[in-house]
């Protein structure tokens, strides 16, 4: 059974760091890429950053360059989010995402060919 896990959310000042990570089980690691995308009542989903587990490309949305960092450790088959210099903005549900193949294509942040979602975890960044 596939399974992605999502945990360390919380609430935090802006201001302040977090980091969230995704666990992922039931499928190959290595051969996926596994995306961050955030959700807030009433809004468009958000794609947030994107990894491929097979080569470490990584790939951000403008909002967030230089604040947030995606890393993966294939050993224990989890994908982290570091997020820094939060702002009350980065408030929402965060998912992980996982979409097989070795190439992140460029239409990555919109949520498309995404195999498998995770339940999300939820960040709240107090002003």
């Given at each position: 059974e596939v399974q992605l896990v999502e945990s360390g959310g919380g609430l935090v000042q802006a201001g302040g760091s977090l980091r969230i990570?995704?666990?992922a089980s039931g499928f190959t690691f290595d051969d996926w890429a596994i995306g961050w995308f955030r959700r807030v009542p009433g809004k468009e989903r958000e794609g947030v950053s994107c990894i491929?587990?097979?080569d470490g490309?990584?790939?951000y949305r403008d909002s967030v360059k230089g604040?947030?960092?995606?890393s993966s450790d294939n050993?224990?088959?989890t994908v982290y989010l570091?997020?820094?210099s939060l702002k009350p903005e980065d408030t929402a549900v965060y998912y992980c995402a996982a979409r097989p193949g070795l190439r992140i294509p460029s239409t990555w942040s919109l949520g498309w060919d995404y195999d498998y979602w995770g339940e999300g975890t939820q960040v709240?960044?107090?002003s």
């Open positions: 990570s995704c666990v491929s587990n097979s490309n990584t790939y604040r947030f960092t995606i050993a224990k088959n570091q997020m820094n709240t960044v107090s």
